[in-house]
């Protein structure tokens, strides 16, 4: 059974930093592109940032670039910082079926979610 577990998220201030892992088990994603996405209460969920099977290309939604930073190895990482109030929302981590590619920005192209990390940042 495949699994994605987020840890790492909790309370911080505006202006901290909270680093996201997303791991996996039941079988490996190393060829796959993987997500971060995240939904705020009565709001979509919404694309975050999204890296390619080799790390080599990675992408942000416009509100986070030059805050957020994705990273892989054998877990997938989202360094946070200077965190704004609107960042607060339940992250999840994500991860296609099937071979892409290209980085993956629509909630409709992952098959694989894990259950979510609250993220809340205080004014």
């Known amino acids: 059974q495949v699994q994605l577990v987020e840890s790492g998220g909790g309370l911080v201030q505006a202006g901290g930093s909270l680093r996201l892992s997303c791991a996996a088990s039941?079988?490996?994603?190393?060829?796959?592109?993987m997500g971060w996405f995240r939904q705020a209460p009565g709001q979509e969920r919404e694309f975050v940032a999204g890296?390619?099977?080799?790390?080599g290309k990675t992408a942000y939604a416009d509100s986070v670039k030059g805050r957020f930073t994705i990273s892989r190895d054998v877990a997938m990482y989202l360094q946070m910082n200077s965190l704004k109030p609107e960042d607060t929302a339940v992250y999840y981590c994500?991860?296609?079926?099937?071979?892409?590619?290209?980085?993956?920005?629509?909630?409709?192209?992952?098959?694989?979610w894990g259950q979510g990390t609250q993220v809340t940042v205080s004014s």
């Open positions: 039941g079988r490996t994603f190393r060829n796959d592109p």
């Open positions: 890296i390619r099977w080799n790390g």
């Open positions: 994500a991860a296609p079926r099937n071979f892409s590619p290209t980085i993956l920005t629509s909630p409709g192209r992952y098959d694989y």
